[in-house]
């Protein structure tokens, strides 16, 4: 059946394929926003039905700072992307770091919010149902930022070694995709929490 | 055209010792390796759930039998369910989608080869862990070893007060585990589908194998999340002390319900796709036919798809729902119906008029459309609430749903083994034995769930680890027990088929059913790199074209 690969190859069809890396991450996206879909479900169903307080009502304030400079590092990631694609190596590597930056004075809100709540107002997650949700969608999110930071981390220490070029801006794109995600998630998780479960 | 004429260049090296193989295989990201391992994988663990359906049907053969305590039972029908659904059917359908779907589409691996492995190591131990609870989950407390709390694991039987020790946990970890590793196969198929196929094969040429399990994995994405999440609740719940699903702080045990079922029901159709798939591939070939209306079977895969999506709570009538709601989940169960009728009229179409031959995966092919048919008519008598009411939880839903994953689902999937053997082993099957185990499981397959729905219908139920005599239920259990016996012998006659051909069987050549798809321009077993050339398509049946090029199929598509 030499011959059938042979003729099988006659003409060459010009066309476009979408790349894998964005398809994959896309794909990747759809499944973790399948995850965060039950918990933002289980959240909303919960809310109001916990037996004992402390109530969000009471405890929960909006960490607006905060939730700008997540969602600023969604501008910032962006930036760095198109520094690298123009070739701007030096560009990329401070807006990347801004978008880390970002990243962890987010994580840092997160963390003195837990903080607060623990300590000060005795709400842990096995003490109610809003702990438990509560802890369980902001969590979820909080983790997926910090895997975020953990690989944009990965790429800025490649970029401080010079190792970061313009022909890798398909790779870092492809993060980029998912830095993006988790800022998205946390609009919805913002809205649940803060504003409708409030 | 000759069939055996395959003039590649034989690259015969000494025989590597044992240890540089199995390094080969434990090491591989060849998706064509790694297919044959996820189903030489899900046979061992076919064998094993097998097992403990056999000893679940002895305990059962007779009213007041005592060949197993109940508390073994319990454990048995988890097991049997996990074992069967997630670490055989989910292993057995990646696996030849693995194997087949980059050969299809003219591609030389998956698209993302090391994340393939990966995933398929990750459902490999999520097996390995679920069985591990034999030994592991006794633990400190002399509770229980393997899981026990049913295969959909309801509220609040899984709680800490209700499930001491760690079987709960073993079984909440493996799928969490092997479902990392579904969803990470999913990703890899969607994304191999749409980015890697050769040139000339756009969407609607692409072989109905391919888009079915495009729409397959959709659903894995979108279907096993939610168990993920469900299972993730289900940790905090008992490792943390969370209340998601704790009725004493005012959580909800029906949560869990529709949590699972959002998954489960899906699942079903993640099973049974794949199914489709087969029949697909087998029925054209073996009736010498083009598949008769490809678009539609295509719109009715996507249908079925985004229904299947919005149909779970048909599991949940007997939980006591709002009457609006048993009215949409009825109407959406009944709806789907319809995309699976026209699928079955498009195979008969295929075969009607077709020179039929009846070779082993065609009579495994014909006898998954009679006995899908009637899984779907006993589905829609389930799907009607009130008719569920009645008979919810008792064995005629089990013979339901026994009648769609084996009756469909395993008919399939072996007639798929028969057919794609030659490919991958190089080596014919017989043909004699291969009959024989069509039959022997045939026999045993009716034997068993065509009267399993008559203590159904008589009002055993489901999960009762013995009855009382005198119900009129003895002859029905004797009879399915019975059945079990056939099913088995089927079986292994199937592993010997598999064996002895695999050493005996004569060389089967690139293309022994004259078909139409790539794969079969590839000799078998095909090379590490697939196609020495990628090929160019211009059709639904690139073979065909090349085989008949007075006649092309290129020109009436």
């Not at chain 1, 607060?116 to 809003?130: A, D, V, W």
């Not at chain 2, 079990?484 to 050549?509: D, M, R």
């Amino acid at each position: 059946m030499n011959a059938t690969s042979m003729s099988l190859q006659q003409q060459s069809v010009a066309r476009e394929l979408p790349s894998r890396g964005h398809v994959g991450m896309l794909v990747l996206i759809a499944a973790e926003a399948a995850i965060f879909t039950i918990f933002v479900v289980a959240y909303i169903f919960y809310i109001g039905k916990s037996l004992t307080g402390p109530t969000p009502q009471k405890v929960l304030t909006a960490p607006i700072f905060y939730s700008i400079c997540l969602l600023s590092s969604s501008v910032t990631i962006h930036l760095a992307v198109k520094a690298l694609r123009d070739g701007k190596v030096g560009i990329f590597s401070r807006w990347w770091f801004a978008t880390i930056a970002l990243g962890a004075i987010f994580l840092y809100g997160t963390a003195t919010e837990w903080h607060r709540l623990i300590s000060r107002e005795g709400l842990t997650i096995s003490t109610n149902l809003f702990g438990t949700t509560y802890y369980s969608l902001v969590g979820l999110h909080g983790f997926h930022v910090v895997i975020g930071i953990l690989s944009l981390t990965v790429v800025f220490t490649f970029a401080l070694m010079g190792q970061v070029k313009q022909e890798h801006v398909y790779r870092v794109d492809v993060l980029s995709l998912y830095w993006h995600f988790v800022d998205a998630v946390w609009v919805v998780v913002f809205t649940v929490v803060y504003v409708v479960g409030r | 055209m000759s069939t055996d004429s395959i003039a590649w260049p034989q690259t015969e090296t000494a025989v590597q010792p044992l240890v540089d193989r199995l390094h080969d295989w434990v090491t591989t990201v060849d998706h064509k390796r790694l297919g044959i391992l996820y189903l030489g994988y899900a046979l061992v663990f076919l064998a094993i759930g097998g097992i403990e359906a056999g000893i679940m049907r002895i305990q059962l053969i007779r009213a007041h039998n005592d060949f197993v305590s109940p508390q073994v039972f319990n454990r048995l029908f988890t097991m049997h369910g996990t074992t069967m659904i997630f670490f055989v059917v989910m292993p057995l359908v990646f696996g030849f989608a693995n194997y087949l779907i980059p050969l299809m589409i003219g591609a030389r691996d998956m698209a993302f080869p090391r994340l393939n492995a990966f995933s398929f190591w990750l459902t490999a131990f999520g097996g390995l862990l679920l069985y591990l609870s034999l030994l592991g989950a006794n633990g400190l407390y002399g509770a229980g070893n393997a899981p026990d709390v049913g295969w959909f694991a309801y509220a609040p039987l899984t709680s800490r007060t209700f499930s001491v020790g760690h079987s709960t946990d073993f079984w909440t970890l493996s799928l969490l585990v092997s479902g990392f590793g579904s969803i990470g196969t999913a990703v890899n198929i969607l994304t191999t589908i749409l980015c890697m196929r050769c040139p000339g094969m756009s969407l609607a040429k692409m072989p109905l194998l391919a888009w079915l399990n495009l729409v397959m994995s959709g659903m894995v994405v979108l279907a096993i999340s939610p168990l993920t999440a469900a299972q993730l609740m289900l940790l905090v719940d008992r490792y943390l002390g969370g209340h998601f699903f704790d009725t004493q702080a005012g959580g909800s045990a029906v949560m869990w319900m529709h949590f699972f079922w959002v998954f489960g029901h899906p699942e079903v159709y993640v099973l049974v796709i794949p199914g489709f798939a087969f029949a697909s591939e087998i029925i054209p070939v073996f009736s010498r036919k083009a598949i008769f209306g490809y678009p539609v079977m295509v719109a009715a895969t996507i249908c079925i798809g985004f229904i299947g999506m919005s149909v779970w709570a048909h599991h949940m009538f007997t939980v006591g729902m709002s009457s609006n709601a048993n009215t949409f989940f009825v109407l959406s169960t009944m709806a789907i119906a319809v995309p699976t009728g026209i699928k079955i009229f498009n195979w008969l179409a295929t075969m009607w008029g077709g020179k039929i031959e009846f070779k082993t995966p065609m009579l495994f092919c014909v006898g998954f459309l009679f006995q899908f048919l009637i899984a779907g008519l006993t589905g829609i008598m389930l799907g009607a609430a009130p008719f569920d009411w009645q008979l919810g939880n008792s064995y005629f839903v089990v013979a339901h749903f026994h009648y769609v994953i084996v009756g469909a689902i395993l008919f399939t999937i072996f007639g798929a083994f028969y057919y794609w053997f030659p490919k991958m082993s190089g080596k014919m099957y017989s043909e004699t034995l291969g009959k024989l185990h069509f039959w022997l499981f045939l026999i045993g397959f009716h034997m068993t769930f065509d009267f399993m729905h008559i203590p159904g219908l008589l009002g055993m139920p489901r999960r009762i680890y013995t009855y009382e005599p005198g119900r009129g239920w003895d002859v029905w259990n004797l009879i399915v027990t019975v059945g079990v016996v056939f099913q088995a012998l089927g079986t292994v006659v199937f592993v010997v088929n598999l064996v002895w051909s695999y050493f005996k069987g004569a060389t089967a050549g690139s293309d022994p059913w004259d078909a139409w798809t790539l794969e079969w321009s590839t000799p078998s077993p095909p090379s590490a790199y697939n196609f020495s050339v990628i090929p160019t398509v211009q059709s639904r049946r690139p073979l065909w074209d090349l085989k008949h090029p007075d006649d092309p199929d290129w020109k009436y598509e």
